[in-house]
């Protein structure tokens, strides 16, 4: 992830920023171990290797068509890459799969920055993120159940 320009502190604090109206004492700390703790299960090192192996392909123009093109405009209708990315927040219930939606409209902070551009393609990574944000603050809901009652 980091050779695909993201930093684990970026998605904490996209976490951080998800959580705090729920949770005021909250500490940048706590998010970066949640976002570490999601990213130490095997199925979403499974669901992050593939993605960005396909983001890698495209950019390569190794792809057959149609796909080849469908990653290189980000078309709209391909909508795979948020189902990859729902096998991570899948894993934390409810409150993942809110935040993810969330996320996938507003694109917060590091998410909204990796839109595809010139040469770069990061249609599956800014999903992944999103997922992965979504992931680890649902787990921080879930470890302060009375500030999180209003998230679901
Ligand atoms: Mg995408």
């Known amino acids: 992830m980091q050779e695909r320009g993201v930093n684990l502190s970026e998605i904490a604090k996209v976490v951080y920023d998800l959580q705090l109206p729920y949770n005021p004492t909250l500490q940048i ?3 970066l171990e949640s976002v570490e703790a999601v990213l130490k299960k095997r199925e979403v090192q ?3 290797i593939t993605g ?3 983001d890698i392909l495209a950019e390569k123009k190794q ?3 149609p796909f080849q093109t469908i990653m290189e405009v980000d078309e709209p209708l391909y909508g795979i890459d948020e189902i ?3 096998s991570i927040t899948n894993v934390y219930g409810t409150i993942g799969l809110t935040s993810f939606g969330y996320l996938d409209k507003e694109k917060m902070g590091i998410i909204r920055g990796l839109n595809n ?3 770069e393609v990061h249609v599956f990574l800014d999903d992944l993120i999103a ?3 979504a992931a680890a ?3 921080i809901a879930h470890a302060h159940p009375d500030e999180s009652r209003y998230q679901d």
């Open 117 to 119: 551009h010139g040469k």
């Open 52 to 54: 960005i192996a396909i």
């Open 137 to 139: 603050s649902a787990r």
């Open 46 to 48: 499974h669901a992050v």
């Open 131 to 133: 997922g992965i944000a």
């Open 63 to 65: 792809l057959p068509e």
């Open 29 to 31: 700390n706590e998010c």
């Open 84 to 86: 990859l990315a729902l």
